[in-house]
């Protein structure tokens, strides 16, 4: 048996993520250290006006899904592998101890500062859901030749699919899927065009942060859902961290290895259960919950019983 926590990525965030912290005495200790680091109390984060914001959200989300990592490892509950979807690389990375929690938080802060300076507005992602994946790649290849911006981005599961691109032709996109009758196809709130080649230049630049970053080995099995696979060496994981912004995330196939090396409980961490539920997609004996809708004695009740 083993466990996997998991990470999410942008298009979770919510106001009032943060100031939840607060009730925990670890929660409340890494606020002060981020507040101390940043020079700025980062509740000013925790609200919709300052979500907006691309750097803010990184660093809230960084903030908040590390803290119920510590949260739960206080008690006992404690992961085999650590998974992050997008930005949910980086407090996977700090879970695992790769790069402290001042260092991570430094990365994502410019993570998100060099996404949104590239694509300040116009730029977005949107999910299809209920259309084949070879079906939907037909679509993009019709959009593009139209002159359209758009890519594929996550393959989420064999019929869930994010794209990415300018949002007119994401808009065109979604009504070409519609028309082939997906159950679904619309933006989310994401205001940058992640995972795509879009991001490349970006990539290349964020990479120049890591020079002041020192790291060590992981001390919990990282796992790279851009690779789908563990990743040891600290510079594939430099690699990793550095370039996930523009490359493609294979959530489904990297949650199908997971189950052949023996992950029996996957918990996602807050804040959201997107990732949950695709675990569940993909991990049929595997039991996956989110921290978004267990208390924590069921937590550690899942723990002492399937980790």
């Given at each position: 048996?083993?466990?996997?926590?998991?990470f999410?990525?942008?298009?979770?965030?919510?106001?009032?993520?943060?100031?939840?912290?607060?009730?925990?005495p670890?929660?409340?200790?890494?606020?002060?250290r981020?507040?101390?680091?940043?020079?700025?109390?980062?509740?000013?984060?925790?609200?919709?006006?300052?979500?907006?914001d691309?750097?803010?959200?990184?660093?809230?989300?960084?903030i908040?899904?590390?803290?119920?990592?510590?949260?739960?490892?206080?008690?006992?509950?404690?992961?085999d592998?650590?998974?992050?979807?997008?930005?949910?690389?980086?407090?996977?990375a700090?879970?695992?101890?790769?790069?402290?929690?001042e260092?991570?938080?430094?990365?994502?802060?410019?993570?998100?500062?060099?996404?949104?300076?590239?694509?300040?507005?116009?730029?977005?992602?949107?999910?299809?859901?209920?259309?084949?994946?070879?079906?939907?790649?037909?679509?993009?290849?019709?959009?593009?030749?139209?002159?359209?911006?758009?890519y594929?981005?996550?393959?989420?599961?064999?019929?869930?699919?994010?794209?990415?691109?300018?949002?007119?032709?994401?808009?065109?996109?979604?009504?070409?899927?519609?028309?082939?009758?997906?159950?679904?196809?619309?933006?989310?709130?994401?205001?940058?065009?992640?995972?795509?080649?879009?991001?490349?230049?970006?990539?290349?630049?964020?990479?120049?942060?890591?020079?002041?970053?020192?790291?060590?080995?992981?001390?919990?099995?990282?796992?790279?859902?851009?690779?789908?696979?563990?990743?040891?060496?600290?510079?594939r994981?430099?690699?990793?961290?550095?370039?996930?912004?523009?490359?493609?995330?294979?959530?489904?196939?990297?949650?199908?290895?997971l189950?052949?090396r023996?992950v029996?409980?996957?918990?996602?961490?807050?804040?959201?259960?997107?990732?949950?539920?695709?675990?569940?997609?993909?991990?049929?004996?595997?039991?996956?919950?989110?921290?978004?809708?267990?208390?924590?004695?069921?937590?550690?009740?899942?723990?002492?019983?399937y980790g």
């Amino acid at each position: 048996m083993a466990t996997l926590f998991t990470f999410p990525g942008q298009g979770t965030q919510k106001a009032g993520m943060l100031t939840e912290l607060q009730s925990f005495p670890i929660g409340q200790a890494l606020l002060t250290r981020a507040s101390d680091h940043f020079g700025q109390n980062v509740l000013e984060l925790d609200n919709e006006t300052a979500l907006l914001d691309n750097r803010n959200t990184q660093v809230a989300l960084t903030i908040c899904s590390y803290a119920y990592a510590e949260i739960l490892r206080a008690m006992a509950i404690k992961p085999d592998y650590v998974l992050g979807l997008s930005i949910g690389a980086f407090p996977a990375a700090i879970s695992a101890g790769i790069i402290t929690y001042e260092h991570g938080l430094d990365l994502v802060s410019r993570r998100g500062e060099l996404m949104s300076r590239a694509y300040p507005q116009g730029y977005a992602m949107a999910a299809v859901i209920g259309l084949p994946l070879p079906v939907l790649e037909q679509l993009l290849e019709a959009a593009r030749a139209a002159g359209h911006v758009v890519y594929i981005a996550n393959i989420n599961t064999e019929s869930q699919v994010v794209i990415s691109g300018r949002v007119d032709s994401l808009q065109a996109v979604c009504e070409m899927a519609l028309a082939k009758q997906a159950i679904s196809a619309r933006l989310l709130k994401v205001n940058v065009p992640s995972h795509c080649q879009l991001l490349a230049e970006q990539a290349a630049q964020f990479a120049q942060a890591f020079d002041q970053v020192s790291m060590q080995r992981p001390k919990i099995t990282y796992v790279s859902a851009n690779a789908a696979r563990v990743l040891v060496p600290l510079e594939r994981i430099r690699d990793d961290l550095t370039h996930n912004m523009a490359r493609q995330v294979h959530w489904w196939e990297t949650v199908a290895m997971l189950k052949e090396r023996g992950v029996t409980l996957a918990i996602e961490m807050k804040p959201g259960s997107v990732l949950t539920g695709l675990c569940k997609a993909s991990m049929l004996d595997t039991i996956s919950v989110a921290v978004e809708s267990e208390s924590l004695d069921n937590l550690a009740a899942l723990m002492r019983k399937y980790g």
